[in-house]
């Protein structure tokens, strides 16, 4: 079992910055590819960013490429998700997902993910 817990949401303005942790606890994090979604009010659960084991590759939604950074830590079992230029668009709950270990699939769609954290708002104010 993997549990996961999100911080660092918050209410700012267009065109700031907020920064997103999440901490992992359990088994093999470093085994695992992690990724970050969100879902706005009335909106499916949408790919934002994904990081493979070791962090060689990364993985962006053309909506946040340019703007969002995914990283991680394994010494730390963090990862985390740099957040410039915020828009209003960008207003959601993110959820921090982590895949079963050794996964080789694809990293886009929540079904590839197998532990979830329970989510951080962010509200964007125009």
């Known amino acids: 079992q993997v549990q996961m817990v999100e911080s660092g949401g918050g209410l700012v303005q267009a065109g700031d910055s907020l920064r997103l942790d999440c901490a992992a606890s359990?088994?093999?994090?470093?085994?695992?590819?992690m990724g970050w979604f969100r879902q706005a009010p009335g909106k499916e659960r949408e790919f934002v960013a994904a990081?493979?084991?070791?962090?060689?590759?990364?993985y962006y939604a053309d909506s946040v490429k340019g703007r969002f950074t995914i990283s991680r830590d394994n010494a730390k079992n963090t990862v985390s998700l740099q957040m410039n230029s915020l828009k209003p668009e960008d207003t959601a709950i993110y959820y921090c997902?982590?895949?079963?270990?050794?996964?080789?699939?694809?990293?886009?769609?929540?079904?590839?993910?197998?532990?979830w954290g329970q989510g951080t708002q962010v509200t964007v104010s125009s």
């Open positions: 359990g088994r093999a994090f470093s085994q695992r590819a």
């Open positions: 990081i493979s084991r070791t962090g060689s590759n990364t």
């Open positions: 997902a982590a895949t079963r270990t050794m996964y080789t699939g694809r990293y886009f769609s929540p079904t590839d993910y197998n532990y």
